[in-house]
């Protein structure tokens, strides 16, 4: 029987030893928790940043995508502008050569008796 007592006492001490020798591993193992926690709320802070910058940049990217089209359908309209007068100068072009043909040959023959 005595050896039953001593052992609740030995299974004691050596309990109390383990706690006390893991103490400093314990306290570091909290000491990182407790850092690793700022970082995550750190982290979890930026995340939230970066999602309303990715939205922010969502929205200008789909107005992008509308003015694109706007630009486009103005530039179709500029380009075919350019083209029908374009045609109107070619048409101005000759019709004023055609005059100029048409008044050196009335000059021609106007002067054609007297050469």
Same mark, same amino acid.
């Given at each position: 029987?005595? %050896?039953?007592?001593?052992?609740?006492?030995?299974?004691?001490?050596?309990?109390? =030893?383990?706690?006390?020798?893991? +103490?400093?591993?314990? #306290?570091?193992?909290?000491?990182?928790?407790?850092?690793?926690?700022?970082?995550?709320? +750190?982290?979890?802070?930026? #995340?939230?940043?970066?999602?309303?910058? =990715? !939205?922010?940049?969502?929205? /200008?990217?789909? *107005?992008?995508?509308?003015?694109?089209?706007?630009? +486009?359908?103005?530039?179709? /309209?500029? *380009? !075919? $502008?350019?083209?029908? %007068? *374009?045609?109107?100068? =070619?048409? @101005? $072009?000759? /019709? =004023?050569?055609?005059?100029?043909?048409? @008044?050196?040959?009335?000059?021609?023959?106007?002067?054609?008796?007297?050469?």
């Amino acid at each position: 029987m005595a %050896q039953s007592i001593q052992n609740p006492k030995s299974d004691s001490l050596t309990v109390v =030893r383990d706690w006390v020798g893991l +103490a400093k591993p314990m #306290l570091d193992s909290l000491t990182k928790l407790h850092f690793i926690r700022k970082d995550v709320a +750190a982290l979890q802070l930026k #995340l939230l940043l970066a999602e309303r910058q =990715r !939205d922010g940049l969502a929205v /200008e990217l789909k *107005k992008a995508y509308q003015d694109n089209s706007q630009l +486009a359908n103005e530039l179709f /309209e500029a *380009k !075919d $502008q350019l083209g029908l %007068q *374009k045609q109107k100068n =070619r048409q @101005a $072009q000759l /019709e =004023r050569w055609l005059w100029r043909v048409g @008044a050196a040959a009335g000059l021609y023959l106007k002067l054609k008796p007297l050469l």
